[in-house]
């Protein structure tokens, strides 16, 4: 890519790259956060005419809805960013090393203007459906804003955590006072200032969000169904040397990330040794290295941290210490002790979590055995006890990877709902294609690294795979594409493989949908991004092997 031409200057494409006159638009694709943004700038690069639907109103997916006090990033700014403009990478000045939400959503901003990519993004429209006529091979799009346009492909860049996930508490729709769940927080903020409090739900989000509200509200209770690990983020302002060093050589710096799991930059807190290899002393040792460098090194502190149980009992223990020597109640930190295996829920990172609980305006309550009973007009009721708050935050999380696909009425070919053929879990080719689905992507789709890689490289990654893909097609005058079942059933097989040889299916969580009642119970993120970035190339050298083109 030519900086110079297409970084200021991208517009538009004067006229359609398509053959067909009679369609819209080359491609429609469905959400403008990081994902979105950059298919974008990628089909516009290559000459293909695109419309963007976003149902908010401006830019920037997860990071405009998350605007709950102390929504932060956990992956270093350096390396939490796109990295297909060598410009933007330059010009681009990070001020701490865990971006905060409001820094990161400045930041899409600035990408939306200096690429001018709004002009061919339609804000305020929620896509309710997309539909496959296999007539003329193309996508109908249809929105709540009224909008029907036809497309060659449909590529959806929803987001694997964009459906929100609220519970159905029995009496929710009895409550008196303000509620919020973090995913869908309020422009201006919520002033708690005086405020009774109650946050339900202690996963990332609401270890980030729980310490900030605390300093705010009058009382705060915190509703907590399964205690979690955390390790204390040590954000801080950015490291001018470390800036400059990546900076150096930012193009090699991303090149040698891509080679490294979860295509970040962890080998310098790794050991490649397993745990066993060391003695107690020196893994302690390691551990508080780990624990004073901060971020998620310690979840992969060995080699064998996030395989083997007794390996991973070995942190889990520290971290364990860690939170009884940080709460002064004993029988507080026995309940914010958790039992399961470190890092099979996602490990969180925080800032002042646990001390929270050392405040006497804070409140731990228990729902582990009897859940929240009920939800009265003035308070939540936990093991037959009434906790009275003037306002409920939700931090319950989200229909992780498949929700937002879900909430679309997709239809292929016969017209088969997405959602039917996906009911006993999500079925992809490399998380990209599903058989019976031609023309139509998913980004990050479930199948994919996605949430178990950085997720904007994840991103890029998909779009430039993408991109090339439809280029190929119009330098062949292909007109359709779509997974094989023949590739798509041993994928399935090798994404779950991929995953029980990891201790992350070995619990409750997100990854798996079991975080939502009802929902099929499928590992769905494929763990191993190294391996995945070489099986999509080998894919393209192989002449889009395992996709039926036509
Ligand atoms: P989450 O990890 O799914 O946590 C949801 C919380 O709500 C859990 O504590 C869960 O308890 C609780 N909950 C759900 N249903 C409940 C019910 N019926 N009754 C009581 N409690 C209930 O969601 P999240 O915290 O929003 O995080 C989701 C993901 O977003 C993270 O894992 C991470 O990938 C991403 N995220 C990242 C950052 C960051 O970069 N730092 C920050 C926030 C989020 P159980 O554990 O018992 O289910």
Request: aromatic letters at 10%; a negative charge; charged letters at 25%.
């Amino acid at each position: 890519m030519n900086d110079s031409q297409t970084e200021t200057h991208q517009t538009s494409p004067a006229t359609r790259a398509d053959l067909d006159p009679n369609i819209d638009f080359d491609a429609v694709v469905v959400g403008a956060g990081f994902g979105g943004m950059y298919m974008l700038y990628k089909l516009r690069e290559l000459g293909f005419t695109a419309r963007v639907y976003e149902a908010a109103s401006d830019v920037g997916g997860t990071w405009y809805w998350n605007r709950y006090p102390g929504a932060r990033c956990d992956v270093p700014s350096l390396q939490y960013s796109y990295q297909f403009s060598e410009k933007l990478q330059q010009e681009w000045k990070w001020t701490e090393r865990f971006s905060s939400q409001p820094e990161i959503l400045r930041y899409a901003n600035h990408v939306a203007d200096r690429f001018h990519l709004r002009q061919d993004i339609q804000f305020h429209t929620r896509v309710e459906s997309a539909v496959y006529n296999a007539a003329d091979e193309t996508w109908t799009v249809s929105t709540d804003a009224g909008d029907r346009v036809t497309a060659r492909f449909c590529i959806m860049a929803t987001g694997c955590l964009s459906a929100r996930n609220t519970p159905d508490f029995p009496g929710l729709e009895n409550f008196r006072g303000e509620r919020f769940h973090t995913g869908n927080w309020p422009r201006d903020g919520v002033n708690f200032a005086g405020k009774r409090v109650g946050v339900v739900g202690t996963g990332s989000t609401g270890i980030q969000a729980i310490p900030v509200i605390a300093e705010q509200a009058a009382h705060l209770f915190v509703f907590q169904r399964t205690a979690q690990y955390s390790v204390p983020a040590r954000n801080a302002p950015i490291d001018a040397e470390e800036e400059a060093r990546i900076k150096a050589d930012y193009k090699g710096y991303r090149e040698r990330n891509t080679r490294q799991p979860f295509g970040l930059d962890l080998l310098s807190q790794m050991s490649t040794i397993n745990t066993s290899e060391v003695g107690e002393e020196g893994r302690r040792h390691h551990y508080k290295g780990c624990w004073e460098h901060g971020g998620q090194a310690l979840m992969l502190a060995y080699a064998d941290t996030g395989t083997d149980k007794a390996a991973n009992e070995t942190v889990s223990d520290f971290l364990k210490e860690k939170i009884q020597s940080v709460v002064n109640d004993s029988k507080v930190a026995e309940v914010l002790t958790p039992d399961h295996i470190y890092a099979c829920k996602r490990p969180c990172l925080d800032t002042n979590y646990f001390e929270v609980y050392n405040r006497p305006n804070v409140t731990l309550v228990d729902c582990r055995s009897t859940g929240i009973e009920d939800i009265t007009p003035t308070g939540v009721i936990v093991d037959g006890s009434e906790h009275e708050v003037d306002c409920l935050v939700f931090a319950t999380g989200f229909d992780a990877m498949t929700g937002a696909l879900n909430n679309i009425d997709i239809r292929g070919k016969g017209n088969r709902a997405l959602k039917d053929k996906w009911v006993d879990g999500p079925r992809s080719y490399l998380g990209l294609s599903s058989a019976g689905f031609p023309n139509f992507f998913t980004m990050t789709g479930p199948g994919s690294p996605s949430v178990l890689a950085n997720m904007i490289p994840a991103l890029e990654q998909h779009a430039n795979w993408i991109g090339d893909c439809l280029e190929y097609m119009r330098t062949r005058d292909l007109r359709t594409i779509e997974a094989t079942l023949e590739a798509e059933d041993p994928w399935q097989i090798q994404v779950l493989q991929v995953a029980d040889a990891t201790l992350w299916n070995a619990c409750d969580n997100w990854y798996t949908g079991s975080n939502v009642p009802g929902k099929p119970r499928v590992f769905m993120p494929y763990v191993d991004w190294v391996g995945y970035v070489e099986i999509c190339k080998d894919v393209v050298r192989d002449n889009y092997k395992g996709f039926a083109l036509r």
